[in-house]
């Protein structure tokens, strides 16, 4: 595969389950990055990594947490959501990060609908 | 942050040009222009950049205000598949912050 994956592309869950949002990128980027697009809201971003190293938390809250194994993986790990944490989760990569103008190549997203 | 102002929609006939306005008047010596465009049920893909001068590339050509207040980005002739919300972003560093975009429609 090229580019970056998503996986799964959609997800129903209850409030006290515990899943999780897997992300690779097959571009060599040493930087990833995870975003939240609600319906009828801009895209926003939640967590960066530069080198498996969290650079930021946009102040998400802790129901959200992420890994990052490798520069080639992420995962968003979900437990306890809230209806309103329904969105699509779209993760993206850079070559890149520090002063970093390059593009960033976005995965397809993860529908997620909390029940 | 410094914000830019872009038209909600816009409407073009297939192979014709279309030609989409972005505001930014507090653009930072610094802020590159960055466009990118999401398809329906994609994920955002990136199509161009610059800082001063016009830049082309084989998506789309973006002409940059010689002030840098504003730019547009110009598709040559849109097709059916361009059909997309087109957002501008002004970059200094890795953080995008999206608005809400222009939702281009392509008529056949």
């Known amino acids: 595969e090229t580019g970056v994956t998503q996986t799964p592309r959609h997800l129903v869950m209850g409030m006290t389950n515990k899943k999780s949002l897997k992300c690779e990128q097959h571009?060599?980027?040493?930087?990833m990055y995870w975003y939240k697009q609600s319906a009828k809201k801009p895209l926003e971003l939640m967590f960066v990594?530069?080198?498996?190293?969290?650079?930021e938390n946009n102040s998400v809250p802790s129901r959200f947490s992420p890994e990052c194994p490798n520069s080639s993986h992420l995962f968003l790990h979900l437990h306890t959501l809230q209806p309103e944490d329904s969105a699509l989760y779209l993760c993206?990569?850079?070559?890149?990060?520090?002063?970093?103008?390059?593009?960033?190549?976005f995965g397809p997203g993860t529908r997620l609908t909390v029940l | 942050d410094a914000k830019t102002t872009q038209p909600n929609s816009m409407e073009s006939n297939e192979e014709e040009p279309v030609h989409l306005p972005c505001n930014h008047s507090?653009?930072?010596?610094?802020?590159?222009i960055h466009w990118y465009r999401q398809l329906p049920s994609q994920g955002p893909e990136y199509v161009i950049h610059?800082?001063?001068s016009n830049v082309n590339n084989r998506m789309a050509s973006l002409a940059i205000a010689e002030d840098r207040k504003s730019s547009t980005l110009i598709l040559h002739r849109a097709t059916l598949r361009d059909a997309a919300v087109y957002y501008c972003?002004?970059?200094?560093?890795?953080?995008?912050?999206f608005g809400a975009g222009t939702t281009v429609t392509v008529r056949a």
């Open positions: 507090t653009i930072s010596g610094t802020d590159y």
């Open positions: 993206a990569s850079s070559r890149r990060l520090a002063g970093n103008i390059d593009e960033q190549f």
């Open positions: 990594y530069n080198f498996k190293e969290q650079t």
């Open positions: 571009l060599g980027h040493n930087a």
């Open positions: 972003i002004l970059v200094n560093d890795y953080k995008l912050s």
């Open positions: 610059g800082l001063t």
